[in-house]
């Protein structure tokens, strides 16, 4: 029996499962009851699972004989977004945000399509796939993957590279090679997208933070507000030059205050080190322009931001040319691969940490989740919208063989 048909098998699982998942969608380091389900349903299938990793991750190990170490991921957060989509299993959740406001809650972003695959992929591979690899697998569920800040911090909490390891997770071993998938919204079920080599954006995340000049608002003759300060330096961004680096660019994100300061969060998008720094010395000359208008009377820092952000993602030539052989050895005519060239559209992902942090080979494949009937013409669906509605029954048994099929090629080869 071919692997999409063993992995239909499972649908009676891993469809009240997405249901499930999909009704209750939790957002960025929230994913308490999400990370609980999935610790389930590993435990299930025999992996040792330890939680709370990078605050609500979680890893399942299995051991199986010796080997190389593979690391399966999964996202698990969803979206500030209230759901249009209709269907009997719409999520109808809200929460309470920092700022105390309720907000509603979507998976809009195919994260609940990507845990059901990855619980299929677990009970396939410690099933009825045990006997074809050898050696251990880690399945990664990891949170706040929207906010880019969860594959940093499970990276913290693991500690890989440091001498002496915390307790909790000195048993999880360094994996040689990892892999993550995520859906691609446009295409339809029975498709798989790849792009070899870079493949998303790098985001650095900045703080520009202004002090402005004679203490109080209330002096107003000599006040100088610092959020006024940081505005005129946005506004000089946006008609700066640099901007026109289509698409690296610098995304305004937010402007607080923090005591006497005025601090704005900046995002940085880049390709290579080049552009970045480009970037960088825009926003430089911006803040010096702006100091000098002010003649010297307000003072202005530049501080890079180390917990947020994602690295540029760059599929491994080789580990990616092994998987894709073995899509097609395995998926035959039921799949047709996509490979996208090109500089990548203009998003950017987490998963990248994995492969830079770690310096080890790293694969992402795109799942095409658009249902067969949706022909009518009308513009493809689009992540992060509220009426997007990936074909679960079509595209999970497709999600969940592609892990399988990964981790059977990656595991059956010695790569240490
Ligand atoms: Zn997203
Ligand atoms: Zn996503």
Request: net charge negative; glycine share 10%.
């Amino acid at each position: 029996m071919n692997v999409i048909e063993l992995a239909r098998q499972e649908m009676h699982v891993l469809g009240p499962l997405y249901k499930e998942l999909h009704c209750k969608p939790e957002t960025a380091f929230r994913e308490l009851e999400t990370a609980a389900r999935l610790t389930q349903e590993l435990r299930a299938v025999g992996f040792t699972v330890t939680t709370g990793i990078g605050k609500t991750g979680i890893i399942g190990v299995l051991e199986n004989g010796p080997g190389p170490v593979l690391l399966i991921r999964t996202d698990m957060d969803a979206l500030p977004i209230k759901e249009q989509t209709g269907v009997s299993y719409q999520s109808l959740e809200t929460y309470t945000d920092e700022d105390g406001e309720v907000r509603p809650v979507m998976h809009a972003c195919g994260h609940d399509i990507h845990m059901a695959s990855f619980v299929g992929a677990a009970r396939l591979l410690a099933g009825p796939l045990l006997y074809r690899w050898s050696g251990t697998l880690l399945m990664l569920g990891q949170p706040a993957e929207e906010i880019l800040s969860g594959a940093k911090a499970m990276l913290r909490d693991l500690a890989f590279d440091a001498q002496t390891r915390p307790t909790k997770v000195a048993h999880i071993p360094k994996p040689d090679a990892a892999v993550a998938m995520h859906i691609g919204p446009a295409g339809y079920v029975g498709t798989v997208g790849y792009r070899i080599g870079k493949d998303s954006w790098r985001v650095s995340f900045y703080e520009v933070i202004a002090e402005g000049a004679e203490g109080h608002a209330g002096n107003s003759t000599t006040f100088i507000d610092p959020s006024i300060v940081l505005l005129k330096i946005v506004a000089g961004l946006d008609s700066a030059d640099v901007m026109k680096i289509n698409p690296a660019k610098i995304h305004f994100k937010k402007l607080t205050k923090r005591g006497e300061k005025a601090v704005a969060l900046l995002g940085l998008k880049s390709l290579t080190d080049e552009q970045l720094s480009d970037l960088l010395q825009e926003i430089e000359r911006c803040a010096a322009q702006t100091e000098q208008y002010y003649e010297g009377r307000v003072s202005v820092v530049l501080k890079p931001r180390t917990d947020i952000g994602a690295d540029v993602l760059v599929n491994d030539a080789q580990l990616a040319g092994e998987v894709v052989e073995a899509f097609k050895f395995a998926f035959k005519d039921q799949v047709v691969l996509n490979q996208e060239t090109g500089t990548p559209k203009g998003a950017s992902e987490d998963f990248a940490n994995f492969g830079s942090e770690l310096g080890i080979p790293i694969f992402r494949w795109g799942l095409g989740v658009r249902h067969p009937d949706d022909t009518d013409g009308s513009a493809p669906p689009r992540v992060h919208t509220s009426t997007i509605l990936p074909d679960y029954e079509g595209a999970v048994p497709i999600g969940a063989s592609s892990f399988a099929v990964a981790a059977i090629t990656i595991l059956s080869k010695k790569r240490k």
